[in-house]
């Protein structure tokens, strides 16, 4: 029913833009781009009631991603098309170390935490790995399991957070952040939150659904690898 309803909307509005007269006031009703000027261009006085204009359809209705009902579908489609995330990846080098670190985000709210972990290949300044979910041990464990065997292998290091003691035998090394430690991994978070709106902290732009926050994200790491690839050889 909702798909139908959402549906009817965007031919309506397809509609719409072919009429010849377009009236400010049903415009408002249907679209919140009252700002944008290439909707349409507001008179000197605002209790204008009608602008005779001429509006050529230049967006295909799948364009139009803020009223097509599938535009989620596109974007998982995007992501199966995606090849394998090892593909993205560098081989691993001797004395390559991997960078441990975590990150809040949220979902519909703030209330709603979703935390991403991520293993950074010091050297190539690849995401190895990434993981959503909690602050804990349960979910340290699902992440650690994602990361290459390769990259295991290598020596790495993170911040004082308990989970993380559990791979001191395996060579781990643990400090304050201040120190440095964890630099390059910190580094990529900055770049996360400054080309993602959705983990700006104070944003209008926010998930809706865990699954989306997941693909947006995948998607972005995936793209952002396959650059670094071109920088590395």
């Avoid at 804990?136 to 390769?150: A, G, I, L």
Wanted: hydrophobic share 35%.
């Amino acid at each position: 029913m909702y798909k139908l309803q959402q549906q009817q909307y965007c031919d309506e509005w397809i509609n719409f833009w072919q009429s010849p007269e377009v009236s400010l006031q049903r415009l408002r009703l249907l679209s919140n781009f009252e700002n944008n000027p290439t909707l349409y261009r507001r008179s000197k006085k605002r209790n204008s009631s009608l602008l005779q204009r001429k509006i050529k359809l230049t967006w295909d209705k799948k364009n139009i991603w803020g009223f097509y009902p599938e535009c989620s579908s596109l974007v998982k489609k995007k992501v199966s098309q995606l090849e394998s995330f090892s593909h993205s990846l560098a081989p691993v080098n001797a004395g390559d170390i991997v960078e441990f670190d975590e990150m809040w985000s949220f979902v519909q709210s703030k209330a709603q935490r979703v935390w991403i972990w991520i293993a950074l290949c010091r050297r190539t300044k690849q995401v190895v790995a990434y993981h959503l979910g909690d602050r804990d041990k349960k979910s340290f464990e699902e992440f650690y399991n994602k990361v290459p065997v390769d990259y295991a292998n290598c020596l790495s290091t993170s911040d004082g957070f308990n989970v993380y003691k559990t791979l001191k035998i395996y060579g781990h090394s643990m400090g304050k952040k201040k120190e440095g430690r964890i630099s390059q991994v910190e580094a990529f978070n900055t770049i996360l939150r400054q080309r993602m709106a959705r983990l700006v902290r104070k944003t209008c732009a926010f998930s809706k659904s865990v699954e989306m926050h997941e693909i947006a994200i995948r998607v972005f790491i995936q793209e952002y690898n396959i650059e670094r690839l071109s920088v590395i050889y």
